[in-house]
């Protein structure tokens, strides 16, 4: 995965949560573009969302050891009706 990747991803209008993956199985998921961070080598995912929408901890995932994005499909409840 490239730098670039992620920066389209995060910046993709409308945004679209998505899934890392990483080559030992963890998983993160990254439902607001705000909980993302971009490095030259590293993707710093935010979790544990606070109620004040800041992450209470960070994981930092290396560009190297990704081997999959996956989209999260948004609730039942929020998508829209026909």
């Known amino acids: 995965m ?3 990747t992620f920066r389209d991803l995060l910046t993709a209008q409308p945004f679209q949560p998505f ?3 990483m080559s030992s199985g963890e998983t993160y998921e990254v439902k ?5 961070w ?3 080598t590293n993707i710093l995912v935010g979790l544990d969302e606070t109620r ?3 992450p209470a901890r960070f994981k930092i995932c290396s ?4 081997t999959a994005i996956e ?3 948004a609730p039942v409840a ?3 009706k026909r």
Do not use: K, N, S, W
């Open 32 to 36: 607001h573009p705000e909980m993302a």
């Open 38 to 40: 971009l490095t030259r």
């Open 71 to 73: 989209p999260i499909e």
């Open 2 to 4: 490239t730098v670039q």
């Open 63 to 66: 560009l190297l050891h990704l």
């Open 52 to 54: 004040l929408g800041v």
């Open 19 to 21: 899934r890392v993956v």
């Open 78 to 80: 929020a998508r829209r």
